[in-house]
């Protein structure tokens, strides 16, 4: 039984499935290489369908790629190239660097802009049920029509106010009706990308792929959403207040929220210039030192990288392969244990203990440092710990 912590409800909740487990991990907008952040936001959906597909369930995993947004669009401005260009160069770098940490790879991966009818669609579905208006060539959410507003992010108005103007959200925009209306579709500046549509030509606001590529991909509810934690307020209170006007039906029924990995006492980010990308610990280290050094960190709260988290890993990898291949007739002998370890009813020099000890761990709530305690401790005892290294997605 997995216990999951989930952002809506405010606490840690038990996670209970159908056999299909469908879940949506919000992607990334391809114009930089991936950096430490993202690592850590992917590799926890990836800890997480692994768990499941070990309790015997199927998983379908979708991450999405955005490609026409603000940000890309002004990089291949600066570029001088054309931005699904870039778009392609930076998904295939993404791809190599996710494919080497030994990520599942994802169900779908589709691409915003495979998904204009349906975004057309479900902006017309939304203006039907009165959720959203037209203005100044722009078609608006109207958050007064949805009493749920702030069901996910729980924050009050003036903290809304203040994230949606950090996130590009321009409360003062003077066609809204109200500053925290976001918008659903937009006009196109003269060198931006521009599709037709009944409010005339213009390109989809931020919010509305996810809707519609969750809607296309996976239907109208959910079992998993989530992405890092700054994404729960605009990005996903906005996708859930449209996706519910337009569907009538839950959303969502379980939010997962990462942490953010910071740098030098500050958030990793591209506006700080002080990320740490995958690609350059690729050149330098294992992908299963990688992996091992993201998660000695728990997914929720933000953390800081530190240039010896590799060196720790590392030297956690070397230990754990140092008894790796020890089989139970290699291992000390039955004297040599300490008292108590003969009562767990497990083979002496097994690792199925470490792996029963990964799974209780990973069930409360993807614990993960303590997933990687206990194979340590294991590991002191002289027993091999393969089985449990293997569900984290580490081959030894
Ligand atoms: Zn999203």
Known sequence: ??????????????????????????????????????????????????????????????????????????????????????????????????????????????????????????????LDSGNAYQSGGAVYFDVSTFPRFGEVSHFDHQTMLEMAAEHGGNPEDPNKRNPLDFVLWQPSLADEPAWESRWGPGRPGWHIECSALVLRELGETIDVHGGGRDLVFPHHECETAQSESATGAAFVRHWLHIGLVGLDGTKMSKSLGNLVFVGDLLQQWEPAAIRLALLSHHYRPDWQWTDGDMRVAADRLSAWRAVGATSPADGPGTDEWPAGEVATGVPLGSDEDGLWRVRAALDSDLDTPAALAALDDEAALGRPVVQGAALLGVTL
């Open 1 to 126: 039984m997995i216990h999951l912590y989930d952002t809506a409800r405010k606490e840690v909740v038990l996670f209970e499935p159908g056999e299909l487990v469908t879940l949506y991990s919000c992607g990334i907008t391809p114009y930089d290489s991936a950096h430490l952040g993202h690592a850590q936001v992917y590799l926890t959906f990836d800890i997480l369908q692994r768990r499941l597909r070990d309790l015997g369930h199927e998983t379908r995993c979708v991450r999405n790629v955005t490609d026409v947004d603000d940000d890309i669009l002004r990089k291949a401005r600066e570029l001088g190239v054309h931005y699904l260009d870039l778009a392609a160069e930076e998904i295939a770098r993404f791809d190599r660097d996710m494919d080497a940490l030994g990520l599942i790879p994802s169900w779908s991966e589709p691409r915003a802009t495979s998904a204009i009818p349906e975004i057309l669609t479900l902006i017309g579905a939304v």
